[in-house]
């Protein structure tokens, strides 16, 4: 056993119970007794029907959008308040460490100023989890990696492109030599390149203009696509307008043969479903990170389980061995 604790502990918020489920599975242990809801009031509470003092506790929290098993809506902040206090509930119940699980973690977009008196959101989230009491975070595929320098607390930000690139040398193994990956902007060149190199494909890029926010025009496509099945990765999807625009300058400017796209966290706001469904695309395919809306569905929208990833880097962070093999 572990100096800081005597035993693991995984517990759920309401965002994401199902993948909590799944990962407690793999991790061969059941999932913890716990409440989590509101008041009345819309007031957040949570209660723990187990002990945890001394044990080694994780709590599994997507940042995200969320409809509970009562069927009511949620937003990110319920989520992220959720979050907090069950945090700063097992802290004061003596917790031996708390891990913070956020497969997904809202409000990376703001991590930067982009215009006089803009906040850094993402930095006001990360001292907020810090000062609730978590001593360590572990999430997937960060909008940015230098969010990880907004956190004084150990953060282990796990890569997607492993699970998509085993599906995807299967998918396109026959096809492969007249497979291409695509940055659907500039700002993913170096997340595309790397997934290219796995893959053992050539990268094309999409160069686009975004004139104001959840809208873009592409203006150009960097490389040639002509006849190629074409994979586009990209680390999100929020409303969809980027990516089926893409897709549809792939097709009509490029001429690429078909295209799958794949994004780690399936936010899907607004008209993403409607517009995936009424896209080029052949298949989009999610991490499920972010649960799959309730009561949509789309035959071109596909999720893979995160869950042997995140059981396992659980399992190194509880042993106290090296995460780094999960980025290989």
């Known amino acids: 056993m572990i100096a800081h604790g005597k035993d693991i502990k995984?517990?759920?918020?309401?965002?994401?119970?199902?993948?909590?489920?799944?990962?407690?599975?793999?991790?061969?242990?059941?999932?913890?007794?716990?409440?989590?809801?509101a008041f009345s009031d819309g007031e957040n509470f949570?209660?723990?029907?187990?002990?945890?003092?001394?044990?080694?506790?994780?709590?599994?929290?997507?940042?995200?959008?969320?409809?509970?098993?009562?069927?009511?809506?949620?937003?990110v902040n319920d989520a992220l308040m959720e979050l907090l206090i069950m945090i700063d509930a097992l802290k004061r119940a003596s917790a031996g460490r708390i891990t913070a699980?956020?497969?997904?973690?809202?409000?990376?977009?703001q991590d930067r100023k982009t215009k006089p008196r803009d906040p850094i959101s993402a930095k006001l989230v990360a001292d907020l989890i810090t000062t609730a009491g978590?001593?360590?975070?572990?999430?997937?595929?960060?909008?940015?990696?230098?969010?990880?320098?907004?956190?004084?607390?150990?953060?282990?930000?796990?890569?997607?492109?492993?699970i998509f690139v085993d599906h995807f040398i299967r998918k396109f193994a026959a096809v492969h030599a007249d497979t291409m990956v695509v940055s659907p902007d500039v700002g993913s060149v170096a997340r595309a390149r790397a997934f290219a190199q796995k893959l053992d494909m050539p990268m094309a890029i999409v160069d686009k203009r975004r004139q104001k926010a959840n809208s873009s025009e592409v203006m150009n496509i960097i490389g040639d696509v002509?006849?190629?099945?074409?994979?586009?990765?990209?680390?999100?999807?929020?409303?969809?307008?980027?990516?089926?625009?893409?897709?549809?300058?792939?097709?009509?400017?490029?001429?690429?043969?078909?295209?799958?796209?794949?994004?780690?966290?399936?936010?899907?706001?607004g008209p993403a479903v409607q517009r995936i469904g009424d896209s080029v695309l052949d298949e989009v395919i999610f991490l499920n990170t972010i649960p799959p809306k309730a009561g949509v569905h789309?035959?071109?929208?596909?999720?893979?389980?995160?869950?042997?990833?995140?059981?396992?880097?659980?399992?190194?962070?509880?042993?106290?061995?090296?995460?780094?093999?999960?980025?290989?």
Do not use: W
């Open 226 to 269: 002509k006849d190629k099945h074409v994979i586009l990765l990209d680390d999100m999807v929020d409303t969809g307008g980027s990516l089926c625009h893409a897709a549809k300058a792939l097709v009509e400017l490029g001429g690429a043969k078909d295209v799958t796209a794949c994004a780690s966290h399936g936010v899907l706001s």
């Open 298 to 328: 789309c035959d071109k929208i596909k999720y893979i389980s995160v869950a042997h990833m995140f059981a396992e880097a659980i399992s190194h962070i509880y042993m106290e061995t090296s995460v780094s093999p999960l980025f290989l």
């Open 46 to 75: 949570a209660s723990f029907y187990e002990t945890v003092r001394g044990s080694d506790v994780f709590v599994v929290q997507s940042t995200c959008a969320f409809v509970d098993k009562d069927g009511k809506s949620h937003s």
């Open 101 to 109: 699980v956020i497969p997904y973690f809202g409000y990376a977009r």
């Open 134 to 162: 978590a001593d360590r975070v572990l999430t997937m595929d960060l909008h940015a990696n230098q969010i990880q320098g907004f956190f004084d607390i150990p953060v282990d930000n796990l890569l997607g492109s492993p």
């Open 10 to 37: 995984v517990f759920t918020g309401n965002s994401n119970p199902q993948l909590a489920s799944d990962i407690c599975k793999e991790l061969g242990i059941p999932l913890g007794t716990s409440e989590v809801g």
